[in-house]
C-alpha cells in the first residue's frame, strides 16, 4: 500500500503468453486482452476482476504477438504484430455482428499500397471513428512518426499517414485524455530519456 493505492492480482497462472496486446471495452467494462506467442485467444477481464475467456472458435488474422489493438466504430482493430517477421496488416472483429459460435476477423485494404514492411511494439489508441499509432521498430530502428489510418467503414479500408513526430521508440503506450494526447515510455538505443518522459500533442483533428 503506498499513498493509498493497492495493486490487486486478477490472476496467476490463467493464461500463458507475452507481448499481448489490451483495450479498454467502455460499452461492456471489460478490459480485452489479444493475442500471444501460442496462439491468437481473447480474453475479457471485466469490472469485477474476474476474467472470462472467449471460446469462439477464431478465424483470420493469423496468430501473433506485439500486435496493437483499439475500438472504433464497434469494431476491435488489431493492427500490424510479428510471428517470425512483421506483419503490416489491419483487422476488423465487429463484436456487436459476430455470432454465438463464432468471432470472425475481416481484412482491412490499405489504398496506399502493399509497399510497406511492418512495425512492430507499436500503440495504438482511437479517435472520433479513426485510429492512431505511434512508434515501434522496423527492423532494428526505432519509429517516432503518429500516424492516422482513416477509416473508410463502408469499403473496409483505410488511408495511413503521418501527422506528428516524436523521438523513435518500441513499447512506448498511449493515452487519450480530453483530446490530449500522451505517449508513456518506450525504449530505444540511442536514448534512455524515453523511458520515462511524457509528450503531449497540443490537439488530435
Not at 506467442?37 to 475479457?44: I, L, M, V, W
Request: charged share 15%.
Amino acid at each position: 500500500m503506498t499513498n493509498g493505492y493497492q495493486w490487486t492480482q486478477v490472476c496467476s497462472d490463467y493464461w500463458y503468453g507475452y507481448k499481448q496486446a489490451l483495450t479498454w471495452n467502455p460499452a461492456a467494462k471489460q478490459v480485452i486482452v489479444y493475442g500471444q506467442e501460442s496462439g491468437q485467444d481473447t480474453f475479457f477481464i471485466n469490472s469485477d476482476l474476474t476474467i472470462t475467456p472467449d471460446k469462439r472458435p477464431l478465424h483470420p488474422p493469423p496468430a501473433r504477438t506485439s500486435t496493437s489493438i483499439a475500438i472504433a466504430g464497434n469494431i476491435l482493430f488489431s493492427y500490424q504484430g510479428e510471428t517470425s517477421q512483421a506483419i503490416p496488416d489491419l483487422w476488423g472483429w465487429n463484436m456487436q455482428t459476430s455470432g454465438p459460435n463464432n468471432a470472425t476477423w475481416l481484412a482491412w485494404s490499405n489504398r496506399l499500397g502493399s509497399s510497406y514492411t511492418g512495425t512492430v511494439q507499436s500503440d495504438m489508441i482511437s479517435y472520433n471513428g479513426n485510429l492512431y499509432e505511434f512508434g515501434g521498430m522496423m527492423g532494428s530502428n526505432c519509429q517516432g512518426a503518429l500516424y492516422r489510418l482513416t477509416l473508410n467503414y463502408s469499403d473496409m479500408s483505410y488511408i495511413r499517414e503521418p501527422v506528428a513526430f516524436l523521438l523513435g521508440r518500441a513499447g512506448a503506450r498511449l493515452v487519450l485524455v480530453d483530446r490530449q494526447l500522451y505517449v508513456l515510455g518506450g525504449y530505444c538505443e540511442d536514448s534512455v530519456t524515453a523511458w520515462e518522459a511524457w509528450y503531449a500533442l497540443d490537439s488530435i483533428s
